[in-house]
């Protein structure tokens, strides 16, 4: 086994921040293979987050790096919890987002599997297209108020709201047609 030696004399996150960067690349290949399955999940996403765990585990002494192996472990564990944690956001921001074009609250209650892709898609559409829209549905699904993200995003109230009004509205039409194409096929 493979041993590391400490080069801080600490709680070894100079270790750990070595093996992950001389590791980089692996460590990518195994996000993107989980992530690969996973609609509306981003690999950088997962792996920022993964980071940001291991740090915060060698930070405060929940992992410390004896071995590679280990540590191949302990990170594996870390990058399986944060998919999860990441379809589990995704999942939530698509029913929201879905709810909203209904005309209902944001419940955030799981959407059915062949809904959830579409639903991330038109998400992935909003953000490419309108990255605004994408910020201000990600401000107001995190429950900040209009006079918060009209400072965030250097905007008034009532812009945010009107454009908020004419984002429902776009989504919407798309459910109506959404629901069209399925009663003609």
């Known amino acids: 086994m493979e041993e590391v030696q400490s080069i801080d004399g600490g709680n070894g996150r100079e270790e750990i921040a ?4 001389s590791h980089e690349d692996a460590l990518r290949r195994r996000i993107g293979a989980e992530v ?10 997962v792996f920022s987050t993964t ?15 004896r071995s590679v192996p280990e540590a191949w472990s302990f990170v ?3 990058v399986e919890r944060a998919v999860q944690r990441h379809r589990r956001r995704a999942a939530r921001f698509a029913a929201a987002v879905a709810h909203s074009a209904e005309g209902k609250e944001p419940w955030f209650e799981a959407v059915e599997p ?19 829209d994408a910020e201000l549905i990600q401000h107001r699904l995190r429950g900040r108020k209009w006079r918060e993200i009209a400072g965030l995003m250097g905007v008034s109230e009532d812009a945010l709201r009107q454009r908020w ?19 003609a096929v």
């Open 18 to 21: 070595h093996f992950m960067l």
């Open 36 to 45: 690969g399955r996973s609609p509306g999940v981003d690999a950088d996403d």
């Open 51 to 65: 980071l940001r765990r291991v740090d915060y585990a060698a930070a405060h002494g929940s992992f410390q790096m």
């Open 76 to 78: 594996a564990r870390v």
């Open 114 to 132: 062949d809904h959830r892709a579409e639903l991330v898609g038109i998400m992935n559409d909003v953000a490419r297209t309108r990255p605004q």
């Open 165 to 183: 009004c004419a984002l429902v509205a776009r989504l919407r039409e798309r459910q109506r047609e959404r629901e069209d194409h399925s009663r």
